[in-house]
């Protein structure tokens, strides 16, 4: 087993292969904060908070270290952030910093398997626009790896590899590890939108999609690229039957539920059993009433009338029963609704809520044989329902935001859905419709009442009505509620809900925010095609049926040239990560704390909208365009002018790379550069905070073969 470790300034990533083949990351914030040990009160609460700590006594401090370090600093601005890096190199101010960094880097590693591993570890190249000692930095990092044991004794032999080299090894193998390196889902995948459940190559900027913070927002780009190798399929329970997965590429992550916390989790490092989920979009505390605004012209009178109905409980299950089986009648001017002649409870359940809240006597029609039509007749009412419970694409939607109600009310609304197009039996309740928008509807209604929701779909298959032969053209869409649960009614069903079973055996659930399900199967197949990821604004995040997934450290910029694997030249510049937050803190005031957590805020594709991100997105354009400079200079005077067949593909990786649309940016000054060389794609790999350790990984394993 070998082993690959990214040693940035802001993020430390340790890389291993697990028993079948698979990359696993271990990943630490490489920062800490100082803490008395005569503030006894303090120390003992982050102990017990299970904070990484390390105790000097002979000095009277302690260290809090890693993530937990970052978000004491950024909440208390009296408290000092420290780093043992400092623009890609050690700290040489801060007296703590090898002890702690050797810390962290032994935790990284844990055990090995063998003793005397190859280790192949990143470092940077000197800078050229700062005085840096990258060779002593490096020295300083190999006397920690030799000096390494783990509990059983067990050494490693360390190598150093370039950060941006390692780079190239990660994400270049297709082009013979040629290019210069600067340190997605498969077709067919369902989304969660604001125009209903849809392929995620149906998704346009613009469109919103629930974010794992239980949010809508707008996705601000869709990304797609040619991916050919192996896709991750996972197989989640209670999405569809054993035909339907998700298919990922490139170690794309996703949220899973360890031990109680939620975390970013690479698809190739889930394992079956695993929890994930979505969102369930949750309510304000202050929900406040809706209500409905209709005008109405008294016979043989011009002047109109407005009427304005509270939308009560009972308004919002009319409103259920005419987005289920519901249609308005411009010919008669009617609003009307269709049931079932054996379903005379759900007929004067209608007739009641319009006498007894919009005034309005409804008449009972006889549509077929089979089905009785109950209509109301009243021209700002079709008005009204024309206007507000139809989009653009003339496709019944529910017009206020779920958060907006209150319990009583997604009640009364799932009930008027599951009542006139769905099914109510002994152990199962069920919404059905070709309406994706409806089903996202009700598999959220069912979320927000407690009750985990299975969710199906099936394509549209033949027909055949009264001789007449077809084809349907629209996907059917079910939800459902979980069978182990025993209902005798609607209101039953959620007031009385229960569950012999411990929510470990059940398949899904409802729990912390999230409607719950495990992964059931993993499997690993070949996939070439185009491959899609979405850039969200703000929470970087979208979901689907029983899914969220994320849309894919900070120090020196490190570049390296290479062909097919051999370095041709390589150096860094000190104007990334670390420099952006030193230079944005001093334009604002702020401390470097505060604008390292602002930083993660940022989308370089939209105009800030603080003076914080103002300032930090600035920085950005300089610190992009002085690394373009750079790059065209090295290219410019390579030795011998090395040549190259094709075009050139530069990969941008890291901590720095990570806001949306950095690679754009970083394209349009490239090409704008006139670079000596044919430039080809600007690839930004899904998993930026990995690709350095991975590519440290493959070193050491290619320098064992």
Same mark, same amino acid.
């Given at each position: 087993m070998?082993?690959?470790l990214?040693? /940035? ?7 291993k292969?697990?028993?079948?083949? +698979?990359?696993l990351?271990?990943r630490?914030? %490489?920062?800490?904060?100082e803490?008395p040990?005569?503030?006894r009160?303090?120390?003992n609460m982050?102990?017990n &908070?299970?904070?990484p700590i @390390?105790e000097?006594?002979?000095a009277g401090?302690a260290?809090?270290l ?6 004491? &600093? ?6 000092e ?14 007296r ?11 935790s990284l590693i844990?055990?090995v ?6 280790l192949y570890?990143s470092?940077?190249?000197? &800078? ?6 990258a060779?002593y930095?490096?020295?300083i990092?190999e006397?920690?790896f ?8 067990k ?8 950060e ?9 193998e297709?082009?013979?590890y ?5 340190s997605?889902l498969?077709?067919?995948t369902k ?6 459940i849809?392929?995620?190559s ?6 919103e ?5 239980g949010r ?6 869709v990304?797609?690229?040619n ?9 989640? %329970? ?5 035909t339907e997965d ?13 031990? =109680?916390e ?9 394992v079956?059993g695993?929890?994930?989920g979505?969102?369930i979009?949750?309510?304000?505390r202050? !929900?406040?009433a809706?209500?409905?605004t209709?005008c109405?012209?008294t016979t !043989?009178?011009?002047?109109?009338t ?8 009972d ?5 259920g ?7 308005v009648?411009?010919?008669?001017g ?6 079932? +002649?054996?379903?005379?409870?759900? @007929?004067s359940?209608?007739?009641d809520?319009?006498?007894?809240n ?7 029609t006889?549509?077929?044989?089979? !089905?009785t ?10 008005n009204? *329902?024309?206007?507000? *419970?139809?989009n653009?694409?003339?496709e019944?939607?529910?017009p ?16 008027g859905l599951i009542?006139?197009d ?7 309740v069920?919404f059905?419709n070709t +309406?994706?928008?409806?089903?996202l ?9 407690g009750?985990a929701a299975s969710?199906?779909?099936r394509e549209p298959r033949?027909y ?6 077809g084809?349907?053209?629209k ?7 979980g069978?182990k649960?025993i *209902?005798?009614?609607i209101?039953d069903m959620i007031?009385n809900?229960?569950?012999? %079973?411990?929510r =470990?055996?059940e398949k899904?659930?409802v729990?912390n925010?999230f409607c719950?399900?495990r ?7 070949e996939?070439?095609?185009?491959v899609?990821?979405?850039?969200v ?5 979208f979901?689907g049926?029983n899914l ?11 570049? &390296? ?13 000190v104007?990334?990560?670390?420099? @952006?937050d030193k230079?944005?803190a001093?334009?604002?005031?702020e401390?470097?704390?505060? @604008? +390292?957590?602002?930083?993660?805020k940022?989308?370089l ?10 300032a930090i997105?600035?920085q950005?354009?300089?610190?992009i365009q002085?690394?373009?400079t750079e790059?065209?200079?090295g290219?410019?005077t ?6 190259t067949? /094709?075009?050139?593909d530069?990969?941008?990786?890291g ?7 950095f690679?754009?940016l970083?394209?349009s000054m490239l090409?704008?550069?006139?670079l000596?060389i044919q430039l ?5 790999p899904?998993d930026t905070l990995?690709?350095v350790?991975? /590519?440290?990984l493959?070193?050491?394993?290619a320098s064992k073969?």
């Amino acid at each position: 087993m070998s082993i690959g470790l990214d040693c /940035g300034t802001y993020n430390l990533v340790c890389c291993k292969r697990d028993g079948e083949n +698979n990359f696993l990351h271990k990943r630490e914030v %490489n920062a800490f904060i100082e803490i008395p040990l005569d503030n006894r009160f303090v120390f003992n609460m982050m102990k017990n &908070a299970g904070v990484p700590i @390390i105790e000097r006594p002979e000095a009277g401090v302690a260290y809090a270290l890693g993530e937990a370090a970052v978000n004491i &600093a950024y909440t208390m601005g009296s408290v000092e952030l420290k780093r043992p890096m400092k623009d890609g190199c050690l700290n040489p101010k801060e007296r703590s910093a090898q002890q702690i960094l050797n810390i962290m880097l032994q935790s990284l590693i844990g055990e090995v398997k063998e003793d005397g591993e190859v280790l192949y570890y990143s470092v940077p190249a000197n &800078a050229l626009n700062e005085e840096t000692d990258a060779e002593y930095h490096g020295k300083i990092l190999e006397a920690m790896f030799k000096a390494f044991k783990d509990k059983n004794g067990k050494t490693v032999t360390p190598y150093k590899i370039n950060e941006a080299l390692a780079l190239i090894y990660a994400e270049l193998e297709h082009k013979a590890y040629t290019g210069v390196g600067v340190s997605c889902l498969v077709p067919g995948t369902k989304i969660y939108t604001n125009k209903g459940i849809v392929d995620i190559s149906s998704v346009c900027p613009g469109d919103e999609v629930i974010t794992h913070r239980g949010r809508w927002r707008k996705v601000t780009n869709v990304i797609t690229k040619n991916f050919k190798g192996i896709a991750t399929k996972l197989q989640l %329970n209670g999405y569809t039957d054993t035909t339907e997965d998700y298919k990922f590429v490139d170690n794309h992550e996703i949220y899973v539920n360890r031990n =109680s916390e939620w975390m970013w989790v690479g698809c190739e490092d889930v394992v079956p059993g695993d929890v994930v989920g979505e969102p369930i979009i949750q309510g304000d505390r202050e !929900c406040y009433a809706s209500s409905m605004t209709f005008c109405h012209r008294t016979t !043989c009178s011009s002047t109109l009338t407005k009427q304005r109905v509270e939308v009560s409980p009972d308004v919002f299950r009319l409103i259920g029963y005419f987005l289920g089986d519901g249609s308005v009648n411009h010919a008669e001017g009617c609003v009307q609704w269709d049931f079932q +002649n054996t379903e005379l409870e759900n @007929i004067s359940d209608v007739i009641d809520i319009l006498y007894k809240n919009f005034s309005k006597n409804a008449a009972e029609t006889i549509k077929s044989e089979n !089905c009785t039509r109950v209509k109301c007749y009243s021209i700002g009412m079709v008005n009204y *329902f024309s206007r507000h *419970f139809y989009n653009e694409s003339k496709e019944k939607f529910f017009p206020w935001k779920l958060h907006q109600l209150k319990k009583s009310d997604c009640l009364n609304l799932l009930a008027g859905l599951i009542r006139s197009d769905g099914t109510i039996g002994e152990e199962r309740v069920c919404f059905g419709n070709t +309406n994706s928008i409806l089903a996202l509807l009700a598999k959220q209604l069912f979320s927000r009442l407690g009750v985990a929701a299975s969710i199906s779909y099936r394509e549209p298959r033949p027909y055949e009505i009264e001789g007449r032969k077809g084809m349907g053209k629209k996907v059917e869409w079910n939800v459902g509620s979980g069978s182990k649960f025993i *209902f005798q009614s609607i209101k039953d069903m959620i007031e009385n809900i229960c569950c012999e %079973n411990s929510r =470990s055996s059940e398949k899904i659930f409802v729990e912390n925010g999230f409607c719950c399900s495990r992964i059931q199967k993993i499997d690993r197949e070949e996939y070439e095609g185009i491959v899609y990821d979405l850039q969200v604004e703000e929470d970087h995040s979208f979901s689907g049926p029983n899914l969220t997934i994320h849309n894919c450290g900070a120090g020196m910029v490190n570049i &390296a040239f290479a062909i097919y694997g051999n370095p041709v030249f390589q150096f860094s510049i000190v104007n990334s990560g670390d420099w @952006i937050d030193k230079m944005a803190a001093k334009a604002t005031g702020e401390s470097i704390a505060y @604008i +390292n957590k602002e930083k993660t805020k940022l989308d370089l594709t939209v105009e800030p909208d603080t003076l914080i991100l103002r300032a930090i997105k600035a920085q950005y354009e300089i610190m992009i365009q002085r690394t373009v400079t750079e790059i065209k200079r090295g290219l410019d005077t390579i030795e011998n002018k090395a040549r190259t067949d /094709g075009d050139i593909d530069i990969v941008v990786s890291g901590g720095t790379a990570s806001p949306n649309g950095f690679e754009t940016l970083f394209e349009s000054m490239l090409r704008q550069a006139n670079l000596p060389i044919q430039l080809g794609k600007v690839i930004k790999p899904k998993d930026t905070l990995y690709s350095v350790a991975r /590519g440290c990984l493959l070193a050491a394993e290619a320098s064992k073969q």
